[in-house]
């Protein structure tokens, strides 16, 4: 029972980051998803939120301990800069699992990473949020 709901749970929020980055490659210039197909697409932006999703999970708890001083000094602004750094790293590890989403250089990133913790977080208030 608590492993169907860590399922359903693991499978919501890959659907949230896919809808996030959806948002994300339609708002700003810079990111970009080149899959041929319909079925393409939406399989691209599954994997892409999956792989964010990883990404998030493995990465930003070890940055955010390492570098809590700077969370701290800068109010939290610093986390704008490491959420699009980890944006931007899922884009390289997309580039080399060969899924077509690209994200021209840090401000896209910036930007993008904005837009998709707003879609997130507002999406979250609808199918419930894990604890990140």
């Known amino acids: 029972a608590a492993w169907e709901y860590q399922g359903v749970s693991i499978i919501l929020r890959v659907i949230v980051n896919a809808i996030a980055l959806w948002a994300a490659v339609l708002l700003v210039d810079g990111i970009e998803v080149s899959a041929d197909t319909t079925v393409s697409t939406i399989a691209t932006y599954l994997g892409i939120g ?3 999703g990883i990404v998030n999970a493995v990465i930003k708890p070890i940055v955010k ?3 809590c001083i700077f969370y701290y000094v800068t109010l939290g602004l610093v986390a704008l800069v ?6 931007w790293l899922t884009a390289w590890l997309a580039g ?3 899924i077509p989403f690209e994200i021209d250089g840090f401000w896209a990133a ?3 990473a904005i837009i998709v913790a707003i879609v997130s ?4 208030l609808f199918v419930g949020k894990d604890d990140d």
């Open 50 to 52: 999956a792989l964010f």
């Open 65 to 67: 301990t390492v570098g």
């Open 82 to 87: 490491v959420n699009a750094l980890l944006l």
């Open 96 to 98: 080399v699992l060969g």
């Open 110 to 112: 910036f930007w993008g």
């Open 121 to 124: 977080w507002l999406l979250s």
